[in-house]
């Protein structure tokens, strides 16, 4: 059965739908694409109960992912609603992902623990191809928040601009975008706008997931957060909050807790509302 959320939702609106499989022992990788290709979302998880919690696959349109964050929040919500809340071990490509789920105010909250996290400086050439392919001047980055390379479970480049215009406005070479981001291994480009000391706007080109802008990109939130902490624009522990899909009429939210230490883990936090 093929259930269908959308994750990091406002107030039950908005949020970015995800395909959940609760039990899908009897899938191969193959079929696993295929429904994914079907469902349509930007990606879709199938979870196989293990001894310590589920082995959970995810899986774009177009190819497997190590790991996704929305669709990580949908199935663990997915899995409060039928089995009651609590902590869950998510066994992912990308590492051991630990998963609480909570009631709050009435609604099931579902948090993630990333795998410990890394992040590199951007190479010059690869921001500038990045940028070229997106249609933004390097005059139009914020210098406050140099361009790098982070990994909470997948890579993502982190730019951020210096104006909110400047993120309004994304019309991107997705053939140009999308070959830069296969031959890097970025899962998606994380597009960002500071709108205050703990709160940022965000958008997430996804071509290499046959999908043009994710509403809503957990695993990226996490990654950023982990770039917050290593450039010291933070100090842990800190909360900031991610604000993403607004320009798609989508709007999403995204709490995210930024502990101290190098290695440890972000916390991304976020509802789930079942769809049709």
């Not at 970015?16 to 009897?26: C, K, R, S, T, Y």
């Not at 082995?55 to 609603?81: K, M, N, Q, W």
Request: with cysteine.
């Amino acid at each position: 059965m093929i259930l269908r959320y959308a994750a990091f939702d406002v107030n039950r609106e908005g949020g970015n739908p995800a395909g959940v499989v609760l039990d899908a022992e009897a899938l191969d990788a193959d079929r696993m694409l295929a429904i994914a290709a079907e469902v349509g979302y930007s990606e879709t998880a199938f979870l196989v109960p293990a001894p310590d919690g589920y082995a959970v696959r995810y899986f774009s349109p177009l190819a497997e992912v190590p790991f996704c964050g929305h669709a990580t929040i949908a199935s663990a919500v997915a899995l409060a609603d039928r089995d009651g809340v609590g902590d869950l071990l998510f066994t992912t490509k990308a590492g051991p992902v630990q998963v609480a789920t909570q009631l709050t105010d009435g609604r099931v909250t579902a948090t993630l623990t990333t795998v410990p996290p890394t992040v590199t400086p951007a190479e010059d050439a690869d921001v500038l191809l990045a940028l070229n392919a997106l249609r933004w001047l390097v005059g139009e980055l914020d210098p406050t928040l140099p361009p790098a390379v982070a990994n909470a479970g997948a890579a993502h480049l982190v730019l951020a601009a210096a104006t909110r215009e400047r993120l309004a406005d994304l019309d991107y070479d997705y053939d140009a975008l999308g070959a830069l981001m296969a031959d890097r291994g970025w899962t998606t480009v994380q597009l960002v706008w500071r709108a205050g000391p703990a709160e940022f706007q965000s958008r997430n080109p996804f071509p290499p997931g046959g999908v043009r802008e994710d509403p809503a990109t957990g695993a990226a939130a996490g990654a950023f957060g982990a770039y917050l902490r290593e450039r010291g624009l933070v100090t842990p522990p800190a909360r900031v909050i991610l604000h993403q899909g607004v320009d798609l009429g989508q709007p999403c939210r995204l709490v995210v807790d930024i502990p101290p230490g190098a290695t440890a883990g972000i916390r991304v936090t976020g509802t789930a509302v079942r769809l049709p």
